[in-house]
């Protein structure tokens, strides 16, 4: 299931206004409500004229949903609850198999981080510092400065 957020609430509400007879969004080569059989076809026609190298099905898509979801750093539990999956280990294939996930992950966030010790600021306020900040503060309370 896919909450419906207010951009399609409001593209639905569109569709209605402008075909108030018709009774389906998704309607097949014939006008009436398109099937799962005819859902899949249409989507395999869809890889096919993308020139995919593989056949595509439906549930394609929603791997790619979780895949997209991970990589934007989404809570595994959450993620987990989104795709309704009872066993995290399937929800934790989706961060398994995005190793860029995590690239400049300390990076990103130690940059923003200021490090502060009890005899003043520290002169060098480097990333790689801030990886031994705990060492550090120790080193300043007990020793030579850094």
Known sequence: MHPIRGDEM????????????????????????????????????????AKMPFPIHPHMLRHACGFKLANDGHDTRALQHYLGHKNIQHTVRYTEMAPDRFKDFWRNRTRATTSRCLRGPCRRRHA????????NHFRRLAGPRC
């Not at 108030?20 to 059989?37: C, K, L």
């Not at 790689?128 to 060492?135: A, I, M, N, S």
């Open 10 to 49: 409001r593209a639905l509400r569109k569709l209605r206004r402008d075909y108030p007879r018709e009774a389906y969004v998704f309607v097949s080569e014939r006008g009436g409500p398109i099937s799962p059989i005819g859902f899949h076809r249409l989507i395999q026609r869809l890889g096919e004229a």
């Open 128 to 135: 790689r510092d801030d990886f031994c900040l705990p060492l």
